[in-house]
């Protein structure tokens, strides 16, 4: 890889500004909206499927900031090499699989979804296969993916090709941050609010280009 002057210093800036966050919207959003506990248990009223597509397109985000690779015809290399690399007990052509069903026909191809019982319970099920597909446990799928990334991140703050990957990746595909509301709306409108309106209090998150960063 060609590394141009000042790159490594710019992309080890934002890694280190930023990753954690990332991580935590990327992962912890999986957790979060399917209400996982740190037991691996999960609340019958979350977003279970939706926690599943996350989980996939969490794979793939990270296997794009792993290759550099941002194309819509690399994605197969992007699960391919992450997976290989960081969840190797996983097949890549079917967890790619998954992620395209799910996301276009609702359907998990391949797999049985469930959430069912803690860690520890599943241990032995999770990944084993029966007449259906393989047991997949949401809990389970989602520790492994953590334990993924961190030996990722632990490369990365060892490997400048890996940081240069990361900051060519999201010079090409804007990555989510956090923006001041202020920014969002013109001074007319802020100035038609009523007098005491907390614009602070609003929360909004959105891409932003590098000159922002």
């Not at 957790?31 to 499927?49: F, I, P, Q, W, Y």
């Not at 191809?109 to 860690?119: A, I, S």
């Not at 804007?174 to 007319?188: G, Q, T, Y």
Request: aromatic content about 12%.
């Amino acid at each position: 890889m060609n590394i141009k002057k000042g790159e490594i210093q710019l992309a080890k800036a934002y890694i280190d500004a930023h990753f954690d966050r990332i991580i935590d919207w990327s992962i912890g959003d999986i957790r979060r909206c399917c209400r996982m506990s740190k037991d691996g248990t999960c609340d019958d009223n979350g977003a279970l499927v939706g926690a599943f597509i996350l989980w996939c397109c969490a794979i793939e985000y990270f296997g794009g900031l792993y290759t550099g690779l941002t194309e819509p015809s690399n994605t197969k290399a992007r699960f391919k090499e992450f997976i290989q690399k960081y969840m190797n007990k996983y097949d890549w052509q079917k967890i790619e699989d998954l992620r395209w069903s799910l996301t276009h026909y609702y359907s998990p191809h391949h797999f049985v979804l469930y959430h069912e019982g803690d860690l520890d319970k599943n241990k032995s099920i999770h990944l084993t296969q029966n007449k259906r597909g393989t047991m997949l446990h949401l809990g389970w799928a989602v520790k492994d993916l953590e334990e993924a990334v961190k030996k990722y991140y632990e490369d990365l703050k060892r490997n400048d090709v890996l940081k240069v990957k990361v900051w060519r990746f999201y010079k090409e595909q804007l990555p989510i941050m956090p923006v001041e509301v202020e920014k969002l709306i013109p001074p007319s409108t802020l100035a038609s609010l009523a007098t005491g309106t907390a614009i602070q209090s609003l929360n909004a998150s959105g891409t932003v280009g590098p000159n922002e960063w």
